[in-house]
């Protein structure tokens, strides 16, 4: 059996696994962060918009304000200069409250700045001067169309030996998938090679199915579109929609039979709304009940 790892909620006796959540800067609004339960890790997307690091500052205050870990991604292609990263990340870490990080290689063939790749982030040392110590970086269960396996396996354990070797806590956000089977033999791949840390899968929330297959294919996670085109009842619920409970149900049965628990919770993308999100979160157990807190002013 596979540790259960330090700084990770431990599992329930029914081995429900918590959840963290993605949002979008841009559409992020204070009254959002009271869906979340206090101490949510909330993911804040940079899709390379030119108001990001401005939204993304903005939204870090916010959910630090109120008792969130906001997670900024920070994605290597996007970054124009050595001195862009400084600042963004002095800023989050500064004047936002930010202790986590999200590292990506940001999707663009070419990159617009001196930054390949997120070894080439880790490199600078920026994180550490500025207090940064806890990681996430991707990982791509059904493979991405960026780079070949091989090279994906020697990332990770590239990446892994540098936070050793500097003190870092690293942790693995996947990109979501709708195959259970895929996911757990990724995550039984990666241990065999000698990837250690632990793992947060990536799960679409409650949507509709076109809305998941537009995603899937923006995504570029060709398995799961086609899955979704062609084999929708395997994802469905009893109920017209989506039901992510079919993929993370699937994964809390093999923990509870003492298997894959190197998965330590499941981050939620929730293309079909924050509070259908939440209120699946809420409902399953990954979260507990939001706090009764005064509405905003």
């Known amino acids: 059996m ?30 959002d962060g009271f869906l ?21 500052l903005d939204a870090a205050r916010e959910l ?15 970054i124009a200069s050595e001195d862009l990263l400084e600042r963004r990340v002095s800023a989050l870490a500064n004047k936002a409250g930010v202790s986590s990080m999200l590292l990506i290689g940001g999707g663009l063939e070419r990159p617009i700045g001196p930054f390949e790749s ?83 899968m990536g799960v679409a929330g409650p949507a509709g199915l076109l809305t998941l297959i537009k995603y899937a294919k ?26 992510p409970d079919n993929l993370v149900e699937p994964v809390e049965a093999e923990q509870a039979a003492g298997r894959h628990n190197g998965i330590a919770q499941i981050h939620v993308f929730p293309f079909g709304g924050l509070e259908r999100s939440a209120a699946w979160l809420t409902g399953r157990g990954s979260w507990d009940k939001a706090d009764d807190r005064p509405p905003l002013r």
């Not at 630090?64 to 996007?78: D, E």
Request: glycine content about 8%.
């Open 2 to 31: 596979l540790p259960i790892f330090e700084n990770e909620k431990p599992m329930t006796d029914t081995r429900t696994l918590p959840a963290s959540i993605e949002v979008l800067p841009s559409r992020f609004k204070a009254a």
């Open 36 to 56: 979340f339960p206090r101490g949510t890790r909330v993911y804040l997307t940079d899709i390379g918009a030119p108001e990001t690091e401005a939204k993304m």
């Open 64 to 78: 630090s304000a109120l008792g969130h870990q906001p997670v900024p991604h920070i994605a290597a292609r996007r």
């Open 118 to 200: 997120v070894m080439a982030l880790l490199e600078t040392g920026v994180f550490e001067r500025n207090g940064i110590t806890d990681l996430a970086i991707a990982g791509h269960p059904e493979g991405s169309p960026d780079f070949s396996d091989t090279v994906a396996d020697a990332a990770l354990l590239e990446k892994q030996a540098f936070a050793a070797r500097h003190g870092i806590s690293l942790r693995i956000v996947t990109q979501f998938a709708f195959d259970a089977q895929a996911i757990l033999d990724w995550e039984t791949h990666i241990r065999e090679i000698g990837v250690d840390i632990p793992v947060h």
């Open 218 to 243: 923006m995504c570029g996670i060709g398995k799961s579109a086609s899955l979704l085109a062609h084999q929708p009842k395997r994802l469905m619920g009893l109920g017209a929609g989506y039901s």
